[in-house]
């Protein structure tokens, strides 16, 4: 039974998964010549011990019993229950090719469900390529297609279509080493209030600088707190005085400058309790350990590679993407209210989201995109969209898939030789020991109870 497949139980849709170990073990009893005899008994044992409680349930022929393809057909009449094929139909008009999906690839999963919607080969042809019609983003594929007359033959469509799509690949490649890289940030960006300045976040270049008034860390002396409250009372004092004997514009000009001060006197904003990827700082004001990293993104209504940040969480299963960012990186995905279409809001109906502290989290919708991590293969990300003020935030399977994180296990095998014996305890313990000797007579070992225990670390 080397190599013999083995039928998955724990896929979402078993049905197709024993569709393909069905077609593997039929493939494998044809390369390694098994006798049909003994064909049942392989396919026994390959499909597990769930397959073997639903063998159990059914009643059997002898002559069954001994034939491999009424086995087969039993398990597929269990798994797959036959479809009505107008809901079949039904359901193959509501596909819908995905922003990344391959021609190919949406073509093959059409071709899987007409299998069960009773068309004819002529039919079935011109179903598909009216979704491809619908489905492709490409206008001159679009429009070669409707150009053409009835009887198109599927593979034509859809090797006209693979032209168009390497076409457009092509262009895309160029368009990308012209283009300059877009950023779209989760965080919005403000000036900072411990360096005056405005810059991308946890790059604060008063890090690590001593300032000149207080002496103080991570801040500089223009926007130093400390010092700042003595000379903002005394400034504020002199202008109340001005207001006072100044009229109109001059008046309100200096009052407005007042509140600019009264609102720079707040406490220090905390720019280094985070961890960048890229540039790695662990802060000393703060023990909070955070991770972010930036990803490369593919837009569906931008072009060229754009990037987007978020917060490593090895302890989250999903991804979650910000309402407000979705709506930065996605406004053709919006309905008039500003929030994710039907389509989109639909994948989150059966879906619930929770916070550690076992908080539910409502999810307006699940939108999948092209991401990508330095020199990682471009992976289809899916992620959670959540209205919170946070940021966007990557889980565990996302972050091994793109590589962000490894996991490094190790075990240590290594097992103590059991000591039988005096030479066993010196081989094991030399150091311990200068020689071995007998003690003349009869010697009684006396414990001091006033002395503490001590376990020699050696040991």
């Known amino acids: 039974m080397e190599h013999a497949p083995k039928m998955d139980w724990t896929t979402d849709n078993p049905a197709e998964s024993f569709k393909l170990f069905s077609q593997r073990i039929e493939l494998y009893f044809k390369a390694k010549k098994v006798p049909t005899a003994e064909q049942t008994t392989h396919i026994l044992l390959q499909v597990g011990e769930e397959g073997l409680r639903r063998y159990n349930s059914w009643t059997l022929t002898d002559d069954d019993e001994q034939t491999p393809a009424a086995i087969l057909k039993r398990f597929r009449e269990q798994l797959e229950p036959s479809e009505n094929f107008r809901v079949a139909r039904l359901k193959l008009m509501a596909f819908r090719q995905g922003p990344s999906e391959s021609l190919d690839n949406f073509v093959n999963k059409c071709k899987l469900q007409a299998i069960k919607c009773d068309f004819s080969t002529e039919e079935t042809n011109e179903r598909i390529i009216e979704l491809i019609i619908a489905n492709t983003t490409d206008a001159d594929y679009q429009k070669n297609l409707l150009s053409q007359k009835k009887g198109l033959k599927l593979e034509n469509a859809v090797q006209i279509g693979?032209?168009?799509?390497?076409?457009?690949?092509?262009?895309?490649?160029?368009?990308?080493?012209?283009?300059?890289?877009?950023?779209?940030?989760?965080?919005?960006?403000?000036?900072?209030?411990?360096?005056?300045?405005?810059?991308?976040?946890?790059?604060?270049?008063?890090?690590?600088?001593?300032?000149?008034?207080?002496?103080?860390?991570?801040?500089?002396?223009?926007?130093?707190?400390?010092?700042?409250?003595?000379?903002?009372?005394?400034?504020?004092?002199?202008?109340?005085?001005?207001?006072?004997?100044?009229?109109?514009?001059?008046?309100?000009?200096?009052?407005?400058?007042?509140?600019?001060?009264?609102?720079?006197?707040?406490?220090?904003?905390?720019?280094?309790?985070?961890?960048?990827?890229?540039?790695?700082?662990?802060?000393?004001?703060?023990?909070?350990?955070?991770?972010?990293?930036?990803?490369?993104?593919?837009?569906?209504?931008?072009?060229?590679?754009?990037?987007?940040?978020?917060?490593?969480?090895?302890?989250?299963?999903?991804?979650?993407?910000?309402?407000?960012?979705?709506?930065?990186?996605?406004?053709?995905?919006?309905?008039?209210?500003?929030?994710?279409?039907?389509?989109?809001?639909?994948?989150?109906?059966?879906?619930?989201?929770?916070?550690?502290?076992?908080?539910?989290?409502?999810?307006?919708?699940?939108?999948?995109?092209?991401?990508?991590?330095?020199?990682?293969?471009?992976?289809?990300?899916?992620?959670?969209?959540?209205?919170?003020?946070?940021?966007?935030?990557?889980?565990?399977?996302?972050?091994?898939?793109?590589?962000?994180?490894?996991?490094?296990?190790?075990?240590?095998?290594?097992?103590?030789?059991?000591?039988?014996?005096?030479?066993d305890l010196m081989r094991r313990y030399p150091q311990q020991f200068d020689r071995i000797g007998d003690l003349p007579g009869e010697a009684k070992l006396v414990v001091d109870p006033d002395v503490p225990t001590h376990i020699d670390q050696q040991f």
């Open 162 to 423: 693979r032209t168009f799509e390497a076409t457009a690949c092509h262009v895309q490649q160029l368009q990308d080493m012209r283009l300059p890289s877009t950023h779209v940030h989760s965080l919005q960006t403000s000036r900072c209030k411990n360096c005056g300045r405005s810059h991308e976040p946890r790059k604060c270049p008063a890090y690590g600088s001593q300032c000149r008034s207080c002496g103080k860390e991570n801040h500089w002396a223009k926007v130093c707190r400390s010092s700042a409250t003595g000379s903002n009372q005394k400034q504020q004092s002199q202008r109340n005085q001005n207001t006072r004997g100044d009229q109109g514009r001059g008046a309100h000009h200096d009052s407005r400058r007042a509140v600019h001060d009264v609102q720079a006197s707040t406490d220090v904003e905390d720019h280094f309790d985070m961890l960048s990827f890229n540039n790695v700082k662990i802060s000393s004001i703060t023990r909070r350990d955070e991770a972010f990293v930036q990803l490369n993104v593919k837009l569906t209504s931008r072009r060229g590679i754009h990037n987007l940040n978020l917060k490593v969480d090895t302890g989250a299963q999903g991804n979650t993407l910000p309402l407000r960012t979705f709506r930065q990186m996605f406004p053709d995905h919006l309905r008039e209210d500003e929030m994710p279409t039907s389509e989109i809001a639909d994948k989150a109906k059966s879906v619930r989201l929770t916070a550690y502290n076992g908080t539910t989290i409502p999810c307006h919708g699940i939108f999948s995109f092209p991401c990508k991590f330095r020199d990682s293969s471009w992976k289809e990300a899916q992620f959670h969209i959540v209205d919170v003020t946070g940021p966007a935030v990557m889980g565990l399977p996302t972050c091994e898939q793109l590589k962000v994180v490894t996991l490094h296990c190790s075990i240590d095998t290594e097992r103590s030789e059991p000591i039988s014996s005096t030479k």
